[in-house]
T-cell receptor
Framework: EAQVTQNPRYLITVTGKKLTVTCSQNMNHEYMSWYRQDPGLGLRQIYYSMNVEVTDKGDVPEGYKVSRKEKRNFPLILESPSPNQTSLYFCASGGGPRGLSEAFFGQGTRLTVV | TQLLEQSPQFLSIQEGENLTVYCNSS?????LQWYRQEPGEGPVLLVTVVTGGEVKKLKRLTFQFGDARKDSSLHITAAQPGDTGLYLC????????FGAGTRLTVKP
């Protein structure tokens, strides 16, 4: 089954404690992206990657890092989380037969930073 | 300020009614996508519109892309409770931008 898998689904952490949210896709997509979703603001793009070792900033990259060492994986790293990073995070991949605009999303990671 | 403005923000209707939600922008997009998101899940792509003036139908859902490729609409005919969810429009391909969404509730 074609899917994007994120882990963990829920995470509560304390300010300043480094964390990683993993994302893996099994569709051999070249394009992967991270978004955060906040009430009234919709989804905002954090980082995206066009291929292995190729990453770039989205609209809200501050406080986040990413890496793309393998095509299937695109982890999101918060080196020093702060309460304003409390949000619902989604990973997406694209680049199938219908092109990059057909994005597949993971089920989300709800992060709370206290 | 949202790059893509969706209206209405909330919509609650009875089963069987028709409805239209709108997605507007001052920017031209090469393509616009519509997604539906249910609680606890990620958005699921419904349709992509590419050509100005394009109309696409997906069962009871009709999607239209404006002639100038700045706006789009989603019309649902005879809404059903299963249509309940958050409808999101998104523009662009690599640097994808989303509207804040229309939260639709269809009551039996």
């Amino acid at each position: 089954e074609a899917q994007v898998t994120q882990n963990p689904r829920y995470l509560i952490t304390v300010t300043g404690k480094k964390l990683t949210v993993t994302c893996s896709q099994n569709m051999n997509h070249e394009y992967m992206s991270w978004y955060r979703q906040d009430p009234g603001l919709g989804l905002r793009q954090i980082y995206y990657s066009m291929n292995v070792e190729v990453t770039d900033k989205g609209d809200v990259p501050e406080g986040y890092k990413v890496s793309r060492k393998e095509k299937r994986n695109f982890p999101l790293i918060l080196e020093s989380p702060s309460p304003n990073q409390t949000s619902l995070y989604f990973c997406a991949s694209g680049g199938g037969p219908r092109g990059l605009s057909e994005a597949f999303f993971g089920q989300g990671t709800r992060l709370t930073v206290v | 300020t949202q790059l893509l403005e969706q209206s209405p923000q909330f919509l609650s209707i009875q089963e069987g009614e028709n409805l239209t939600v709108y997605c507007n922008s001052s920017s031209v997009f090469s393509s616009l996508q519509w997604y539906r998101q249910e609680p606890g899940e990620g958005p699921v792509l419904l349709v992509t519109v590419v050509t100005g003036g394009e109309v696409k139908k997906l069962k009871r859902l009709t999607f239209q892309f404006g002639d100038a490729r700045k706006d789009s609409s989603l019309h649902i005919t005879a809404a059903q409770p299963g249509d309940t969810g958050l409808y999101l429009c998104a523009g662009g391909v690599i640097r994808m931008r989303f509207g804040a969404g229309t939260r639709l509730t269809v009551k039996p």
